[in-house]
């Protein structure tokens, strides 16, 4: 099971990015889906997450500004909007995944850059 992120960039504050993370591979069930970042020299900290049932959940710094979303093809979205220089960071995705052996595993995407500058 793979994750491909995509939508990373520049943008000027103020502005909007969409990321996107799709799965592949041999997925039974995906129970969770999440955004991660990490700024430099910081740890990386859970920005958003989508599980079964439409549980989602912010951070607070992000509340109101971000949209976790996921479509029924095995996609997470995360719309960034009123982006901040503090949003500034590698985003990561990142799934709790089982497969057709209903082996559960927790797969990390490539990190995709988000930088927020004038």
């Known amino acids: 099971v793979q994750l491909q992120a995509s939508g990373g960039g520049l943008v000027q504050p103020g502005g909007s990015l969409r990321l996107s993370c799709a799965a592949s591979g041999s997925i039974f069930s995906i129970y969770a889906m999440k955004w991660y970042r990490q700024a430099p020299g910081k740890q990386r900290e859970l920005v958003a997450s989508?599980?079964?049932?439409?549980?989602i959940n912010y951070a607070d710094s992000v509340k109101g500004r971000f949209i976790i979303s996921r479509d029924d093809k095995d996609t997470v979205y995360l719309q960034m909007n009123s982006l901040k220089p503090e949003d500034t960071g590698v985003y990561y995705c990142n799934a709790d995944i089982s497969d057709y052996s209903f082996r559960r595993s927790d797969v990390w995407g490539q990190g995709t850059q988000v930088t927020v500058s004038s």
């Open positions: 989508h599980a079964t049932g439409e549980r």
